[in-house]
C-alpha cells in the first residue's frame, strides 16, 4: 500500500519527518518495503500491510489515525467541515437478492459536468502511483484510497430504469468490463444489475455498460459492502485481482459505508463541475442495512496482558496506551471494559488486546527470558500410523514416491489452479500408475532390477478427507485406506513414537541428478573357460570414461563349448548436454580395443 507524507499532514498536523515515520512505522506497525522522495517534495511510502489489520490500514486516514495513536498526537479529523447540498427526493430502488451483500447505499446526483480534475485531485493520485481519469472517477478513487472504502459511479442515463438489483449472476451470463475484457460468469456470483444488464461485478470490477464518459450528465454513487469470501473466491476465478477486491476480501466494517458516502458526496459537490455544485442535484441517500453490526466488548485485566507478555506493565501504563487512540474504556483497579472501534475488525478476544498493547508499549522493552514449561510428547496417531505403514513397505523394498495433487478431474475443484489442473485428486492410483511407468523406463539408471513403490497420501473427496497407502510392483497396483491397509497386515502402531528409525537408512549424501536423457549400451562378450567375471568388469571399468554414471553391471552369462558369455550394461549420461551416439561410441571402441588385445571375441 503506498501512503503520501503530504496527505497523512492533512490529518496529522505535527507529524513527524519521513525518516523518523519510517522507524515508527518498523517497530510498531508494519515493514516498511520502500520511499520515495518526489520531485514535489512529498515522500511516498510503501507498506507491507499485513492482512489482520487490511480491515482499517489500506487507507490514508486509517494509517494517520494508528500513527496519532502511536505518538500521542491530534488527529485532526475533517468530517464536520465536510458540507453537503440539501437532499432532494429520489425515485431511487435498490433490491437486495442476496445475503453476501451486508450493506447497499446509493444516491443519485444529477447536472454532474464530466471532465479533467483540479491539479490537487492529481497530484495526490499520480503521488500514489495512480493516474487521473476524470474527475468523478477521480473522486471515487481518492475516496477509497484515503477512508479504504471502494465506491463506484455508474452513469444513470444508461441505466434500464432507476432500479439497482444485487443478485447472484445466471449461469453463463457475460460482462464486458471497463477495460474491454468480455467475462463470463458463473452461477452465484455476485453482480450489480439493472432491468436488463449486469453493470458490475459486484466488489471486483465495473462494467462498460454503464461506464461514465464525457457525456455523463447524471451518476449514481454506489458504497456498499460485500462477503470477503465471496469477493475473493470471484477474483481469483475470474483472475481480476484490483485494489476493490483487495480490500473487501480482507473484510471492512459495513460501518465504514457511511462516512465514505459523505466523503465521496463532498468530493463531488467540489470538483463535481467548475462552477462546484452550483447546479447539481443531490437526491436523498438509499440506504439497505439487514443487519447491523454490533457493538462488541472485551474485557482484561493488567495481570492477564503481562502474563501474556512476559512483561511488567503497569495498569496506569495500559490507561495511557487506550487514551493516546482515544479508544473508549472504563477501568475498574486492574481490570478493564475495552469497547473496540467499530472499524477495528481484529480486536475480540482479550489475546488482541495483549498484542494491541504489547506493540504500543514496544516489544523490545519486553525481557528475553525462555519460560520454564515442563514439555509431555504428546504421540500424534495419524503420524504413528503413516509411520508404521512406512517402515513397513521399506522393509519389503519398496520406495516411496509423492505424486501431484491436483488433477484434470476430481470431485473438488481449488481457485486460482493451473488451466489444466483445476481439482484435487480422488485417488492414489493415478499418480502412482505414471510413476511406475515412469520409473520403468529408468530402470537402467537407477540400476535396479523390479521397480516396487509406494505412496502415502490425502484424497479429497465431496463430503470428507482421507489419507490412502497405494502400492505399484510387477504384480498390479492397489490401493486401500491407511486404517485398512495397517488391518490387513495386522500392524502394531503402539510401537512407534513420534520419533521413527527408518528401517532403510537414507545414504547421507545425495548427488543431484542430471535434467539430459541417458544412453545405454550392452557389451557381450566371449572368454576362456577360466577368465572370472571380475577382470572383464576391470578391463570395462579402466576404459570405459567419465560419462559411464552407472555400470558396468553383469545382467547375464553362460558357459558352452569351453567358453564363457559375460553380459555388462553401461549407462551413459551428462550433466551439461544431450548426449549423441559418436560421443559414447569413441568410448565404446576402446573398450572394444582393450577385449580384444586380451584375445577375447565381442558378440
Known amino acids: 500500500m503506498k501512503i503520501s507524507y503530504n496527505w497523512l499532514k492533512s490529518y496529522i498536523s505535527d507529524l513527524p519527518e519521513a525518516n523518523k515515520l519510517a522507524d515508527i512505522f518498523t517497530y510498531h506497525l508494519c515493514e516498511v518495503e520502500g520511499m520515495e522522495k518526489r520531485e514535489d517534495g512529498d515522500v511516498v511510502f510503501d507498506l507491507n500491510i499485513l ?140 453482480v450489480i444489475a439493472d432491468e436488463q444488464n449486469a453493470l458490475a461485478i459486484a466488489g471486483v470490477k465495473g462494467g462498460k455498460v454503464a461506464e461514465v464518459d464525457a457525456n455523463t450528465k447524471n451518476i449514481l454513487i454506489e458504497v456498499a459492502n460485500f462477503d470477503p469470501v465471496s469477493t475473493r473466491k470471484t477474483s481469483r476465478k475470474l483472475g481480476i485481482p484490483t485494489d476493490s477486491s483487495k480490500r473487501f476480501e480482507n473484510d471492512l466494517s459495513p460501518e465504514l459505508c457511511s462516512f465514505a458516502m459523505l466523503e465521496i458526496s463532498v468530493l463531488i459537490a467540489e470538483i463535481g463541475s467548475p462552477e462546484r455544485s452550483e447546479g447539481m442535484e443531490f437526491q436523498e441517500i438509499v440506504d439497505i442495512y439487514l443487519n447491523k453490526q454490533k457493538e462488541r466488548k472485551i474485557n482484561f485485566s493488567t495481570d492477564f496482558v503481562n502474563k501474556k507478555l512476559g512483561a511488567n506493565i503497569s495498569s496506569d501504563e495500559i490507561e495511557n496506551i487506550l487514551k493516546q487512540y482515544c479508544y473508549t474504556f472504563k477501568r475498574i483497579w486492574d481490570n478493564f471494559e475495552f469497547i473496540p472501534p467499530v472499524l477495528r475488525l481484529d480486536l475480540v478476544i482479550p489475546e488482541d488486546m495483549v498484542e494491541e498493547i504489547g506493540r504500543v508499549y514496544g516489544y523490545d522493552k519486553v525481557k528475553l527470558e525462555i519460560p520454564k514449561i515442563n514439555f509431555k510428547p504428546v504421540q500424534n496417531e495419524i503420524f504413528t500410523k503413516i509411520s508404521a505403514v512406512r517402515e513397513k513397505l521399506l522393509a519389503d523394498g519398496y520406495n516411496e514416491v509423492m505424486t501431484y495433487s491436483f488433477t484434470n478431474k476430481g470431485e473438488v475443484e481449488v481457485l486460482a489452479s493451473a488451466s489444466d489442473k483445476k481439482f484435487l485428486r480422488t485417488d492414489l492410483t493415478d499418480g502412482i500408475k505414471n510413476s511406475y511407468k515412469l520409473n520403468k523406463l529408468n530402470m537402467a539408471l537407477l540400476g535396479v532390477k523390479e521397480i516396487k513403490i509406494f505412496e502415502i497420501g490425502t484424497i479429497f473427496l465431496k463430503d470428507k478427507e482421507q489419507i490412502n497407502v497405494a502400492t505399484a510392483d510387477k504384480k498390479g497396483i492397489a490401493e486401500m485406506s491407511l486404517d485398512k491397509f495397517i488391518e490387513n497386515y495386522k500392524l502394531k502402531i503402539e510401537n512407534y513414537g513420534n520419533l521413527v528409525p527408518r528401517t532403510s537408512p537414507l545414504s547421507p549424501n545425495f548427488k543431484m541428478w542430471s535434467q539430459y536423457p541417458f544412453m545405454t549400451r550392452d557389451i557381450a562378450v566371449w572368454v576362456g573357460e577360466g577368465v572370472e567375471s571380475n577382470q572383464v568388469h576391470k578391463v570395462i571399468k579402466e576404459n570405459d570414461g567419465e560419462l559411464v554414471v552407472r555400470g558396468p553391471e553383469l545382467f547375464d552369462s553362460f558357459s558352452k563349448e569351453g567358453r564363457i558369455s559375460y553380459a555388462f550394461r553401461l549407462v551413459f549420461q551428462s550433466y551439461e548436454r544431450t548426449l549423441v551416439d559418436s560421443e559414447v561410441n569413441v568410448f565404446m571402441e576402446k573398450i572394444y580395443s582393450k577385449m580384444k588385445e586380451n584375445g577375447w571375441e565381442i558378440r
Not at 480491515?55 to 494517520?64: E, I, K, R, T, Y
Not at 477512508?147 to 457475460?174: N, W
Open 51 to 190: 492482512p489482520n489489520r487490511a480491515h482499517d490500514l489500506l487507507s490514508h486516514q486509517g494509517v494517520a489515525r494508528e500513527l496519532a495513536g502511536q505518538l500521542g498526537i491530534k488527529f485532526n479529523d475533517l468530517t464536520p467541515k465536510y458540507k453537503v447540498p440539501e437532499s432532494k427526493p429520489t425515485n431511487l430502488k435498490i433490491d437486495l437478492q442476496t445475503e453476501k451483500c451486508h450493506r447497499y447505499m446509493a444516491r443519485i446526483v444529477r447536472n454532474v459536468k464530466v471532465g479533467p480534475s483540479q491539479d490537487w485531485v492529481k497530484s495526490r493520485l499520480e503521488s500514489i502511483g495512480q493516474r487521473s481519469i476524470n474527475n468523478i472517477v477521480d473522486a471515487t478513487n481518492i475516496t477509497m484510497y484515503d477512508s479504504g472504502q471502494p465506491i463506484h459511479a455508474f452513469d444513470l442515463d444508461k441505466l434500464a430504469g432507476e432500479r439497482i438489483i444485487v443478485r447472484p449472476a445466471k449461469a453463463g451470463e457475460k460482462i464486458t468490463l471497463l477495460s474491454g475484457e468480455e467475462k463470463e460468469l458463473k452461477e452465484g456470483e455476485l
